[in-house]
């Protein structure tokens, strides 16, 4: 493997990394809140139809960034509503979601588009285009700095540098901010929080909010800018193995995008080498293809460890009287 072919799948890992990171950093938010929400899945694949949907009839990429941004929120407030409001099963209730975003997407798509629960395609001002960072075409010449600044951190959309900025951003929100040690502590000790005068409510609906907004990036990058519309279950798993990137990272921000880079780096390997021929014997694609989620499975049954998530995780609070 020379230089130019390890840059390449350098460069299909950040972009494939990029939705599982904005969706483990969405669940990161959420979770350590207490609220557990498997239902990532589902509102990436609602941001993704409703964001190409709109794009595509707009002809406005950042007006389908917002509609997906809306539509994911919708359902992150369904499920506030479920868990925080009525107290009720919080895996149920995103399960529920994903069931209800993969049914739907399909049904609305094809009466609204009759292409067989797609989207058109979109082109031009409707997708989002690669950035040229400063100086790329200049350093190109460079040996290995020159490749390396033009070919990987050069020529990304901008959901891309978000996505890698919210990193830091979240550590700084979540360890050095007022409202991070007030969301931790609503994961960890809500009665404390409560006996502190500070709303337990009100706390994990914003956490969700928050979450709804990453979740909808993610599935508005998924349609406008790693593809070019939306097709049938485009997110393929992606929510699920956001949420195993979050029990590798241990909730944390700065190993969730160690997690997330290694998921997208068993994809863009699995992507690039299909139909491998070991001495005669071809694997099939279709194993390549398997290839990350089952290599998921084993990260996380022999090298994750013990992961403690939030001591109030999943449970809903009742406030003492």
């Given at each position: 493997?020379?230089?130019?072919?390890?840059?390449?799948?350098l460069?299909?890992?950040?972009?494939?990394?990029?939705?599982l990171?904005?969706?483990c950093?969405a669940g990161?938010?959420s979770?350590?809140a207490g609220?557990?929400?498997?239902?990532?899945?589902?509102?990436m694949?609602?941001?993704a139809?409703?964001?190409?949907?709109?794009?595509?009839?707009?002809?406005?990429?950042?007006?389908?960034?917002?509609?997906?941004?809306?539509?994911?929120?919708?359902?992150?407030?369904?499920?506030?509503?479920?868990?925080i409001?009525?107290?009720?099963?919080?895996?149920?209730?995103?399960?529920a979601?994903n069931?209800?975003?993969?049914?739907?997407?399909?049904?609305?798509?094809?009466d609204w588009?009759?292409?067989?629960?797609?989207?058109?395609?979109?082109l031009?001002?409707?997708?989002?285009?690669?950035?040229?960072?400063?100086f790329?075409?200049?350093?190109?010449p460079?040996p290995?700095?020159?490749?390396?600044?033009?070919?990987?951190?050069?020529?990304?959309?901008?959901p891309v540098y978000?996505a890698f900025?919210?990193?830091?951003?979240?550590?700084?929100l979540?360890f050095?901010?007022r409202?991070?040690?007030?969301?931790r502590?609503?994961?960890?000790?809500?009665?404390?929080?409560?006996?502190a005068?500070?709303?337990?409510?009100a706390t994990r609906?914003?956490?969700?909010?928050?979450c709804?907004?990453?979740?909808?990036?993610?599935g508005?990058y998924?349609?406008?800018?790693?593809?070019?519309?939306?097709?049938?279950?485009?997110?393929?798993?992606?929510?699920?193995?956001?949420l195993a990137?979050?029990?590798?990272?241990?909730?944390?921000?700065?190993?969730?995008?160690?997690a997330?880079?290694?998921?997208?780096?068993?994809?863009?390997?699995?992507?690039?080498?299909q139909?491998?021929?070991?001495?005669?014997?071809?694997?099939?694609?279709?194993?390549?293809?398997?290839?990350?989620?089952?290599?998921?499975v084993?990260?996380?049954?022999?090298?994750?460890?013990?992961?403690?998530p939030p001591?109030?995780?999943g449970?809903?609070?009742?406030?003492?009287?």
């Amino acid at each position: 493997m020379d230089f130019a072919t390890i840059l390449q799948v350098l460069d299909s890992t950040v972009r494939l990394a990029t939705p599982l990171l904005l969706a483990c950093l969405a669940g990161l938010f959420s979770e350590r809140a207490g609220i557990f929400d498997i239902g990532l899945e589902g509102k990436m694949l609602f941001a993704a139809f409703f964001s190409a949907a709109t794009a595509a009839v707009t002809g406005s990429v950042w007006l389908g960034l917002l509609a997906g941004i809306v539509s994911s929120m919708v359902l992150a407030g369904i499920h506030g509503l479920a868990s925080i409001t009525f107290r009720g099963n919080q895996l149920i209730s995103g399960v529920a979601i994903n069931f209800l975003a993969a049914g739907l997407t399909v049904v609305i798509a094809q009466d609204w588009f009759s292409q067989g629960g797609r989207t058109p395609s979109l082109l031009g001002g409707a997708r989002f285009n690669p950035i040229t960072l400063p100086f790329a075409e200049t350093l190109q010449p460079v040996p290995i700095l020159g490749p390396v600044y033009h070919d990987l951190i050069s020529g990304h959309t901008i959901p891309v540098y978000f996505a890698f900025a919210m990193v830091p951003f979240t550590w700084w929100l979540l360890f050095r901010t007022r409202f991070g040690l007030r969301l931790r502590a609503v994961g960890d000790s809500p009665e404390a929080l409560d006996t502190a005068g500070v709303s337990v409510v009100a706390t994990r609906y914003a956490a969700v909010a928050i979450c709804g907004v990453l979740c909808g990036i993610a599935g508005a990058y998924l349609a406008t800018a790693l593809q070019a519309g939306f097709v049938k279950d485009m997110t393929a798993g992606r929510g699920y193995i956001a949420l195993a990137a979050l029990i590798f990272a241990k909730w944390r921000p700065w190993y969730a995008l160690s997690a997330t880079l290694l998921f997208g780096l068993l994809q863009a390997v699995a992507l690039r080498y299909q139909n491998i021929d070991l001495g005669g014997i071809v694997v099939p694609v279709q194993v390549m293809d398997a290839l990350p989620y089952i290599l998921t499975v084993v990260i996380l049954a022999g090298f994750v460890g013990r992961a403690i998530p939030p001591r109030a995780g999943g449970e809903p609070y009742v406030k003492e009287r």
